[in-house]
């Protein structure tokens, strides 16, 4: 199976001050297509970095990252925008939706920044909500729609452009059990359908749906192990 993500030795220094502090310490790790891999760790352990730099959003000091077999290490602003729009499906714990904007409008957004004719785009849209179970509730407004509602709209755009990789950070935080579990039903639907996963969570329980948990702790990986579910 490919490789979707492959890491070598990455290093992240913050300065602070008069001092620096190594978010990751020299991480290697690599990621096949169609895996569904949670992160987890304490706060401070490096995994919300890791995620950063994954996502395209934070450059290492040093190391290479591949995405896709490309080294994104040394990309221009502009090419790494590209990347995160083409390469990348994000969902946030706090949705990150415009709130009196329809769900239909919030999923087409990365198809403006992609040119892509709005009668395509709606039409890539509506197909999108189908997806996570929102067709009927595509001209309500994000405002108009329960917490778990928005994540799905939230899961819809992030899958709107084909990405080569899904990350989700803390999908569930903002969200009941109930919800929660419906939320991972669909990441694990979007999983058997060959999607790539990385999702950061603080919750064992939540990661238990995942096929492999990586764990951080002070900047390093100390576990890496398949979980014998999500696959």
């Avoid at 096949?32 to 970095?49: D, L, Y």
């Avoid at 108009?144 to 935080?173: C, F, H, K, M, W």
């Avoid at 096929?211 to 390093?220: A, H, I, N, P, S």
Wanted: hydrophobic share 40%; proline share 3%; glycine share 10%.
């Amino acid at each position: 199976m490919s490789e979707v993500v492959r890491v070598e030795n990455l290093i992240k220094t913050y300065r602070m001050g008069d001092q620096e502090v190594q978010a990751l310490r020299g991480v290697s790790l690599a990621i096949a297509s169609g895996e569904f891999v949670a992160i987890m760790g304490a706060s401070g352990s490096g995994k919300s970095t890791f995620m950063n730099i994954l996502g395209c959003l934070d450059t290492p000091t040093s190391g290479d990252y591949f995405l896709d077999n490309r080294n994104v290490r040394g990309l221009t602003s502009d090419d790494l925008a590209e990347v995160r729009n083409r390469k990348i499906g994000f969902v946030f714990q706090g949705f990150n939706l415009l709130p009196r904007t329809k769900a239909v409008e919030n999923v087409e957004l990365p198809l403006i920044y992609s040119r892509v004719p709005a009668t395509e785009r709606h039409k890539r849209a509506l197909a999108a909500l189908e997806r996570v179970g929102l067709g009927g509730r595509a001209d309500h407004y994000s405002n108009q729609l329960s917490g778990g509602q928005q994540q799905r709209v939230a899961i819809a755009r992030a899958l709107i452009n084909e990405p080569a990789i899904l990350l989700a950070d803390e999908p569930t935080g903002n969200l009941d059990t109930t919800t929660s579990q419906e939320i991972m039903a669909i990441f694990e639907e979007l999983h058997r359908q060959g999607i790539t996963i990385v999702m950061v969570t603080h919750e064992p329980e939540i990661a238990d749906h995942a096929g492999r948990q990586v764990t951080f702790r002070d900047g390093l990986i100390i576990d890496d192990r398949n979980s014998g579910t999500g696959d």
